[in-house]
Every structure is written in structure tokens, then in C-alpha cells.
């Protein structure tokens, strides 16, 4: 059964800081990992999407990597604002018709 | 274009009552899936539609938990009677397919349950 771990629960920096979230999965059988946002109170918010073939994806300041054999894959934050601050989730689909597995989320709190 | 719409947003019931959640996917999105939220938790599937056939409700507490979605599009999320445990966010989120395409979830609703 796929576990998905997110380590830290919770992580507060100064603006300006570069920061990394780590999430971790059991089973290297893996379709895709999505990286979301969620903010108090509102739905997920979709950041990054990276197929099982590749190695990294990147959108503006943030750049996420996998490493399947290892099973991890971290979010690299740079130069963090405090519009920043949210949790973010980390999600895992496995290979065959099994639905997205979520960690419990890492709850970034960016300091002005 | 549109993202997923979901009614209401807030919604707060006694033990026993029965409740009910709508959503709306992105247009021609085939695939349709509910997650219940617990605070401090990811997440879970409850049901996830193709078109509008079940593919996955084997985490859906059926005893009183139902969902639809007769016509392909919108669906609803029924619970009779809640209990103080179904306390959670609701979210709706739809894809283009199934597998493992990128999934768009709406706001969520928040239920508590009294």
C-alpha cells in the first residue's frame, strides 16, 4: 500500500529565504506526482505536475524534482515571500487504477 | 476558462441531519472525483466518476454516503444521517480522463457537524 510522507509538518523562515519541502513515498510504482497549495479555508491548488519518466519541473520560483528509485521528491521555494505562506501537499499516483495517495501536507509560514 | 464549482462553501448540521454538496467540473472534463478533507489530513478519495459511471467507491462509506452524476456533468454528494465525525472539507475535482492525468479541485465545502 502506498504511504506518502511529508516532512516537516511545519516550517516558518524569513522573507527572502530559499526553502526545500521534502515529501517521500513506499512504492516506486508510480504514474505521476502532483505538488499542490492549499490555503485556509480553500481548495487545492495545482503547482506542479512530474511524470514518472522525468526528473524536474519548474514554474517561476519553484522547481520540483523526483527521484523515483528513492522514492522522494522535494520542492525547491526561491526567495519566499510571505503571499508564500499556505500548506503545500504532496500527491502520488500510482501506477493501475488507484486513486492520487496524499501526504498530510508541510504548513509554510513565510515571516515579513 | 471555468474551474470546478462547488455549493455551498459553509455548512454547519446536527448529528442525524442529512446534507447535501454540488459540484460543477471544468467543461468536458469526463472524470469527476470527491475527497473528503479532515483537518491536518490529505485528502481521500471517496468516489471518482467516469462520465457518469463509478470507477472507485470502495473508500465511500455506503451505509450513508451517496453520490451521483446522472447526466455526465455536475454531481451531487449526499450524507443521511451525519455524524460528528463526517466533520471535513468536501472537495470536487475533475479531470480530462482517468489515469493519470493533472487533477483541478474546486473551493470545497466545509461541514460541521454539531
Known amino acids: 500500500k502506498q504511504e506518502v510522507t511529508q516532512i516537516p509538518a511545519a516550517l516558518s523562515v524569513p522573507e527572502g529565504e530559499n526553502l526545500v519541502l521534502n515529501c517521500s513515498f513506499t512504492d516506486s510504482a508510480i504514474y505521476n506526482l502532483q505538488w499542490f497549495r492549499q490555503d485556509p479555508g480553500k481548495g487545492l491548488t495545482s503547482l506542479l505536475l512530474i511524470q514518472s519518466s522525468q526528473r524536474e519541473q519548474t514554474s517561476g520560483r519553484l522547481n520540483a524534482s523526483l527521484d523515483k528509485s528513492s522514492g522522494r521528491s522535494t520542492l525547491y521555494i526561491a526567495a519566499s515571500q510571505p503571499g508564500d505562506s499556505a500548506t503545500y501537499l504532496c500527491?502520488?499516483?500510482?501506477?493501475?487504477?488507484?486513486?492520487?495517495?496524499f501526504g498530510k501536507g508541510t504548513r509554510l509560514s513565510v515571516i515579513a | 476558462e471555468a474551474g470546478v464549482a462547488q455549493s455551498p462553501r459553509y455548512k454547519i448540521i446536527e448529528k442525524r441531519q442529512s446534507v447535501a454538496f454540488w459540484c460543477n467540473p471544468i467543461s468536458g472534463h469526463a472524470t469527476l472525483y470527491w475527497y473528503q478533507q479532515i483537518l491536518g489530513q490529505g485528502p481521500k478519495l471517496l468516489i471518482q466518476f467516469q462520465n457518469n459511471g463509478v470507477v472507485d467507491d470502495s473508500q465511500l462509506p455506503k451505509d450513508r454516503f451517496s453520490a451521483e452524476r446522472l447526466k455526465g456533468v455536475d454531481s451531487t454528494l449526499k450524507i443521511q444521517p451525519a455524524k460528528l465525525e463526517d466533520s471535513a472539507v468536501y472537495l470536487c475535482?475533475?479531470?480530462?480522463?482517468?489515469?493519470?492525468?493533472?487533477?483541478?479541485f474546486g473551493p470545497g465545502t466545509r461541514l460541521t457537524v454539531t
Open positions: 475535482a475533475s479531470s480530462s480522463s482517468v489515469g493519470g492525468h493533472e487533477q483541478y
Open positions: 500527491a502520488v499516483k500510482p501506477a493501475g487504477n488507484t486513486p492520487l495517495v
